[in-house]
């Protein structure tokens, strides 16, 4: 299996299936985590060195920091509801604790803190939606934590793609540290597929071709996006959804497309 796909794990002691840290990457920013924690489970750490967002995948939760209290938030019961999520912001050096008021999914997306903000909550009418692309490059967006909202390090967004479309396209990259032109981040996808037993495609690809990799993506995989271009395909009948977390020196945006696919772009 290539290195860059992570299939889920049977639950750990602290309800963690998925695990991805700068060390197992190969990289310095992002980290990412899911847990699936069943009704009336408990999950407390501290943050340390990493600021962290927690986005309620599915279910409702308590979250408390150390100066915070979020109590009973969460709706939508599937990611495919399709509305935002509700999501805490917790800075470095700082501790969270979230208690499942039903079974919940959890993703912890972490990156370097430098302590510039405090704890807040998300909620889903801070969450800009748009729709973008057209015709079988059209998806729906949802800005959890954009580089216009306060953060250190993490840049946070869900695509959804209807099925039998292209998202992340045309084709992007994001590996060089050339601003105004071009940003350095380091990107995880975590997807889910509806219906569940169905598939994605993602390539990911550098200009020399010294990484170029297509891989079948199943529910709940992530795929880890370390240089180069990124897109990714929902086969007919099944939808897309994944979740992004990116980080780098920079808290910016700016990508670069893929020159041979270009002309796909809109102006």
Not at 119 to 135: H, N, T, Y
Not at 198 to 203: E, I, K, L, N, P
Request: proline share 7%; hydrophobic share 30%; charged share 25%.
């Amino acid at each position: 299996m290539s290195q860059l796909l992570l299939k889920p794990k049977q639950r750990d002691e602290n309800g963690r299936v998925l695990h991805v840290t700068p060390e197992s990457a190969g990289w310095k920013y992002v980290g990412f985590e899911v847990y699936s924690l069943k009704q009336g489970e408990t999950l407390s750490t501290s943050t340390e060195e990493n600021e962290v967002c927690l986005v309620l995948l599915s279910g409702r939760a308590d979250v408390k920091t150390e100066k915070e209290s979020f109590e009973n938030i969460g709706k939508r019961m599937s990611v495919f509801e399709k509305i935002p999520p509700y999501s805490v912001y917790v800075p470095n050096e700082d501790s969270y604790t979230v208690k499942a008021l039903t079974d919940l999914e959890l993703a912890v997306c972490l990156a370097p803190g430098k302590g510039n903000y405090p704890a807040r909550l998300i909620a889903p009418e801070d969450v800009g939606q748009e729709d973008r692309g057209s015709g079988k490059m059209s998806r729906k967006i949802h800005n959890i934590l954009p580089e216009q909202k306060e953060a250190d390090s993490l840049l946070v967004v869900e695509v959804y793609t209807p099925d039998g479309n292209t998202s992340s396209y045309p084709p992007h990259k994001h590996d060089e540290d050339n601003l105004p032109n071009e940003s350095y981040l380091e990107e995880t996808y975590y997807h889910e597929i509806n219906p569940s037993q169905g598939f994605v495609f993602q390539r990911v690809y550098n200009d020399d071709r010294s990484l170029n990799e297509t891989l079948s993506v199943e529910n709940r995989n992530v795929v880890l996006v370390p240089e180069g271009y990124h897109p990714v395909s929902a086969v007919p009948g099944y939808e897309s959804y994944y979740l992004n977390v990116m980080a780098g020196p920079k808290r910016t945006w700016k990508f670069h497309n893929d020159p041979d696919h270009e002309w796909l772009f809109p102006k």
